[in-house]
């Protein structure tokens, strides 16, 4: 039952977060003359047009999954090279993610202290869950191994014979995230960039 409980609390920061995310990779590419997320229905916060119901429940009972990709086609990018309009597209999303805990922590700190009404209560108990999923959605999706954002923000920043390395490495991206995750060392390279975050956004609140 406690579980249940955990899970109920949780899952509207999951639903925000995935949802937020994939709304912000798509608007990015909109804005930058990218046709595609409009054609699919994948400019709305509506969370349906975003699930992969296989990762929504991984993610929900494994604390690891993934949603629906945004397709982009780089082609169609306007007044910037592909290069450049993927990485920004990609950085939308963990941008998104920062806004949202920030937002979360603003809340937060204009909550009353040690009140005891109910609705003071529930705030905390949904918009804790805000923040630390936005950060560990935001820093997980920033380290840089194909298929996550980092990679197309790592390629961005690099020359164009770095970025065709990363690109290369796509097609064993998910394998070589899987054997991380495996090994735990997603871990060891997520929570300090998610106590990092999350220290820079507190010293911007309190």
Known sequence: MDWLIETLIWLPAILVGVTFHEFAHGWAAHLLGDPTPYRQGRLTINPLPHVDWLGFFMLVFFKFGWAKPVQVDPRRFQMVSP?????????????????????????????????????????QVLLQPLVYINLILAAFNLIPVPPLDGSKILAGILPDSGARLIYSLEQYGPVILLLLIV?????????????????????LVY
């Open 83 to 123: 290069k450049t309009g993927m990485m920004l597209v990609s950085l939308a999303g963990p941008g998104m993610n920062l806004g949202l805990a920030l937002l979360g922590m603003m809340l937060l700190r204009m909550l009353p202290e040690a009140s005891t009404a109910q609705a003071t209560i529930w705030a």
């Open 183 to 203: 090994t735990d060392s997603v871990s060891k390279i997520m929570w300090p960039l998610v106590n990092l975050i999350y220290g820079i956004l507190q010293s």
